[in-house]
């Protein structure tokens, strides 16, 4: 390690632990119904909260998460205060009694909204539980949780892989929730990540061999059906049968997946195919540094060999994370540098500095920031939260 690396993690850590504590904390938490339970859902660009706004269930379970982390992270009680907020909203409200299961979203005041299913929305809601628990001891919590997992192995395998949409009584619906640019997929990578990173989560806070075994079968898909060998890049989308959909390379969710693998071996290391996936998120990480990383910030993706020059928040993010802990893995200095690149355009154009907001959802090429919502289901302190919370734990470690 030499002396600029050390000043450059460092300076890092510094500046992430500020963000933490100085900016996402306090905006999140301003963000709770203190009348009507969990937090608001919707923020606009122009910072107008719409209280009446639907809230989502995912957006409800990245909340929780974020403040059980925030405490582990922290010490600061008001955010075990939030998380049990969103806790409480969760079982009160999303929570199905009848058929199980969370649902996709619910009016301002908890009524059901959209009742549908989502293998992906269960996968959070598993997630969110697992940090909670682990931040408070609530063992209802990770009752529920192994209940949901219960729930998705039963409800929603499809052979050895899982199936992604389905209505209240989890008979299967159409997956346009999780399907883009002009496909209808029955197989996500995206679901299939986030219950890769549920289960790891789970399996760290329980220990349980059912969640082992799952988990087991979830990283052998990613190594076998999957990652495209020839391409050197995951596929996105998927038919019955895991034949890919589209000709399309996602930065962001390589670059993420690249290391929250690394994270599920780090839990699981005799983990069958570990040697083929540990090449896989080594092949991953230099694939992105070399095609899509630009000496400052990671593009969106490239659909049919046009790439999406779009910067948006989340990937960001995770190719912060991703290329720390690539460096980590090989010392290579200049996974490093390209880490401390992508924040400092994050600090200068996707950080909003007006009073009372957050992180702009994305930015173009040049830094301009599009008008799109400040909150919404899917805007969340999940990705930013979460790069300060790993850089901050990483730099601690070393």
Same mark, same amino acid.
């Given at each position: 390690?030499?002396?600029?690396?050390?000043?450059?993690?460092?300076?890092?850590?510094?500046?992430?632990?500020?963000?933490?504590?100085?900016?996402?904390?306090?905006?999140?938490?301003?963000?709770?119904?203190?009348?009507?339970?969990?937090?608001?859902?919707?923020?606009? #660009?122009?910072?107008?909260?719409?209280?009446?706004?639907?809230?989502?269930?995912?957006?409800?379970?990245?909340?929780? $998460?974020?403040?059980?982390?925030?405490?582990?992270?922290?010490?600061?009680?008001?955010?075990?205060?939030?998380?049990?907020?969103?806790?409480?909203?969760?079982?009160? *409200?999303?929570?199905?009694?009848?058929?199980?299961?969370?649902?996709?979203?619910?009016?301002?005041?908890?009524?059901?909204?959209?009742?549908?299913?989502?293998?992906?929305?269960?996968? #959070?809601?598993?997630?969110?539980?697992?940090?909670?628990?682990?931040?408070?001891?609530?063992?209802?919590?990770?009752?529920?949780?192994?209940?949901?997992?219960?729930?998705?192995?039963?409800?929603?395998?499809?052979?050895?892989?899982?199936?992604?949409?389905?209505?209240?009584?989890?008979?299967?619906?159409?997956?346009?929730?999780?399907?883009?640019?002009?496909?209808?997929?029955? *197989?996500?990578?995206?679901?299939?990540?986030?219950?890769?990173?549920?289960?790891?989560?789970? #399996?760290?806070?329980?220990?349980?061999?059912?969640?082992?075994?799952?988990?087991?079968?979830?990283?052998?898909?990613?190594?076998?059906?999957? $990652?495209?060998?020839?391409?050197?890049?995951?596929?996105?989308?998927?038919?019955?049968?895991?034949?890919?959909?589209?000709?399309?390379?996602?930065?962001?969710?390589?670059? !993420?997946?690249?290391?929250?693998?690394?994270?599920?071996?780090?839990?699981?290391?005799?983990?069958?195919?570990?040697?083929?996936?540990?090449?896989?998120?080594?092949?991953?990480?230099?694939?992105?540094?070399?095609?899509?990383?630009?000496?400052?910030?990671?593009?969106?993706?490239?659909?049919?060999?046009?790439?999406?020059?779009?910067?948006?928040?989340?990937?960001?993010?995770?190719?912060?994370?991703?290329?720390?802990?690539?460096?980590?893995?090989?010392?290579?200095? !200049?996974?490093?540098?390209?880490?401390?690149?992508?924040?400092?355009?994050?600090? !200068?154009?996707?950080?909003?500095?007006?009073?009372?907001?957050? $992180?702009?959802?994305?930015?173009?090429?040049?830094?301009?920031?599009?008008?799109?919502?400040?909150?919404?289901?899917?805007?969340?302190?999940?990705?930013?939260?979460?790069?300060?919370?790993?850089?901050?734990?990483?730099?601690?470690?070393?």
């Amino acid at each position: 390690m030499t002396s600029e690396e050390k000043s450059i993690f460092t300076k890092m850590e510094n500046e992430m632990s500020d963000e933490l504590k100085n900016h996402l904390i306090p905006f999140w938490l301003s963000l709770k119904d203190e009348e009507r339970g969990g937090f608001f859902g919707y923020k606009d #660009f122009s910072l107008n909260t719409d209280t009446s706004a639907e809230k989502g269930c995912i957006l409800n379970s990245r909340i929780m $998460w974020f403040f059980a982390t925030s405490y582990k992270t922290t010490h600061n009680r008001d955010c075990l205060s939030a998380a049990e907020s969103a806790f409480s909203f969760l079982k009160a *409200h999303f929570l199905d009694n009848e058929n199980g299961g969370v649902f996709w979203s619910v009016k301002a005041n908890g009524e059901p909204l959209d009742t549908t299913k989502h293998t992906y929305n269960q996968a #959070f809601a598993i997630y969110a539980l697992s940090a909670f628990f682990d931040a408070s001891g609530d063992k209802s919590a990770l009752e529920l949780a192994l209940n949901l997992f219960s729930l998705i192995e039963t409800k929603c395998t499809v052979g050895s892989n899982y199936g992604e949409a389905y209505f209240s009584d989890f008979s299967p619906a159409s997956n346009e929730k999780l399907s883009e640019n002009g496909v209808i997929a029955t *197989h996500t990578m995206n679901t299939l990540l986030h219950l890769c990173e549920a289960y790891t989560e789970l #399996f760290r806070v329980s220990g349980d061999s059912r969640v082992k075994a799952a988990l087991s079968r979830i990283l052998e898909t990613f190594a076998n059906k999957v $990652w495209n060998e020839n391409l050197e890049r995951q596929e996105v989308f998927f038919d019955k049968d895991m034949n890919s959909l589209i000709d399309l390379y996602s930065y962001g969710h390589d670059i !993420e997946t690249s290391w929250l693998i690394d994270r599920a071996i780090e839990v699981f290391p005799t983990v069958p195919c570990r040697n083929r996936l540990e090449k896989i998120t080594a092949t991953i990480a230099e694939r992105i540094l070399k095609v899509a990383f630009d000496g400052r910030s990671i593009a969106l993706e490239c659909e049919r060999g046009k790439i999406n020059q779009t910067r948006v928040w989340w990937v960001q993010c995770e190719s912060i994370v991703g290329f720390f802990n690539a460096w980590q893995k090989t010392g290579r200095s !200049e996974y490093l540098f390209a880490a401390k690149k992508i924040w400092d355009f994050a600090k !200068e154009f996707l950080i909003d500095k007006r009073s009372g907001s957050e $992180w702009f959802w994305q930015v173009d090429q040049n830094g301009k920031p599009s008008q799109r919502p400040i909150v919404e289901p899917w805007k969340c302190p999940y990705h930013n939260g979460r790069m300060c919370f790993e850089i901050m734990n990483r730099v601690k470690s070393l």
